[in-house]
């Protein structure tokens, strides 16, 4: 078999030995190859070749030691998803905003320390994962995200969300749990398709905007029991808002 080199050190011949006996680095040759996984394979990088995998739609990166993303990933323009999960990213690169195709941005559990606002141009992005990470804010840019559905960031430090947040009015979940929030954006009340918000231990949050009363759609609000909520959400709670205070 000829192996495709990485690197020429001894460590990267052990590697691809690895990818081998797990069967991914046949893939690796193959530029047709749409789903790609390489979760827990001790990587401390993204291999050069697969940025040469022009049809790819899914990769999976998961449980690896890898710090940073080439700019090259914008080469991967039919990507559709990406997981990224632990691992040691602590950022970005401006690159990532040229995937227009990308349906699901997966990094949770790594130490990403803030966003660059070249995520405002994933066009296409309807799923954005980053629980558990260093996040101390959300960049303005946020807002371009118009087909965002689904936004995790439990387990952050964010103390402020812009208002633009309010421009993404597909979103459907939004979980803020474990974070440092003071307040909500009132902007809260475009997001008229909003089916779920979580803020459980989000910050020092006293009391929600009443603009949260016209999401005629929210079925679930989970809050800490210390939290004001507005009287027109306690009248929408007997009919079909849930309110779960913890």
């Known amino acids: 078999m000829n192996f495709p080199l990485f690197h020429k050190s001894c460590a990267s011949f052990v590697l691809l030995c690895f990818l081998a006996s797990c069967g991914s680095l046949s893939k690796l040759d193959d530029t047709e190859t749409e789903s790609l996984n390489l979760n827990k394979l001790g990587l401390t990088e993204i291999p050069e070749e697969v940025y040469n995998m022009k049809n790819l739609k899914v990769l999976r990166l998961y449980g690896n030691k890898v710090d940073s ?18 691992n040691k990213l602590t950022h970005f690169p401006p690159e990532i905003g040229q995937l227009s195709k990308l349906k699901l941005l997966s990094a949770q559990y790594n130490d990403i ?14 799923q954005l994962i980053l629980n558990q990470n260093q ?18 960031l439990n387990f952050n430090w964010i103390s402020f969300i812009p208002d633009e947040i309010g421009n993404c009015r597909k979103l459907e979940f939004v979980q803020l749990n474990r974070n440092n929030l003071t307040a909500i954006p009132a902007s809260f009340e475009n997001l008229t398709q909003l089916r779920e918000l979580h803020l459980v ?4 949050l006293v009391d929600l905007p009443e603009g949260l ?19 027109c959400l306690l009248v929408m709670q007997t009919t079909r808002l849930r309110i779960l205070q913890h």
């Open 135 to 152: 996040l101390t804010s959300l960049p303005v840019e946020i807002g371009g995200l118009k087909n965002l559905k689904s936004l995790q």
């Open 213 to 231: 009363c016209k999401l005629r759609r929210l079925e679930l609000l989970e809050i800490d029991q210390f939290t004001v909520v507005p009287t």
């Open 69 to 86: 993303i080439s700019p090259r990933i914008q080469e991967l323009t039919n990507l559709e998803k990406l997981y990224i999960g632990k």
């Open 201 to 204: 231990n989000a910050g020092n």
């Open 113 to 126: 320390r803030f966003l660059t606002s070249a995520i405002g141009k994933l066009d296409s992005l309807e």
